[in-house]
């Protein structure tokens, strides 16, 4: 069953679907190693890359299994990164969280924005039980961002990605309906 991509208003943000537009952007975006340190695949070096992804938007949308989202700038339509929630499972009723933001957008408070209006339609629209979220353990930010939305350290996969090169950690974590509902 396909699941529409929504389309989210926040006061600061948009979140949409993608579209051609957008390819320039995401490229420059997945081709910067700083932005990627912690990311579990290595930057992007070749345009092949950018359409695989695109694709692959494309195709959790139609299966039904997730949505991705740019995350851009209200008032000017500047992208900032996107976001998406994949691994939907309609019989558990969980997904999966992940989100990738441009370096000029870090420290704005934009990723909590706009996980925050991904997260409302997650348990409101979908009627989600679980989100779960994994990051690298050296990335300290983004641990931030999930805890500040109410999601608990779950715990560890030891040796779970290579990441440039060097095996890497990473941290689980999780929220629930009703822990949602309490914030």
Known sequence: MPLPTPHLQTARL???????ADADALYALHSN??????????PWTDRSRLERFLASCRQVEAEGTGARLVLEHA???????WIGLTHWDATHHKA???????EAAWGHGYATEAARAVLQWAFDTLGLNRVQ????????????V???LGFVHEGTLR????????LSD???????RREWRAT
Do not use: I, M, Q
Not at 33 to 42: F, T
Not at 75 to 81: E, H, K, R
């Open 14 to 20: 948009r979140l949409r679907p993608f579209v051609d």
């Open 33 to 42: 190693a700083h932005v990627l340190r912690y990311w579990d695949s290595p």
């Open 75 to 81: 008032s000017d339509g500047a992208f900032l990164g």
């Open 96 to 102: 999966s969280l992940g989100y990738v933001l441009a």
């Open 133 to 144: 979220a994994e990051t690298d353990t050296r990335n300290l930010a983004s641990a931030r």
């Open 146 to 148: 999930l805890e500040k």
């Open 159 to 166: 040796e779970d990605c290579v990441v440039d090169g060097d």
């Open 170 to 176: 990473s941290w689980v974590f999780g929220l629930l």
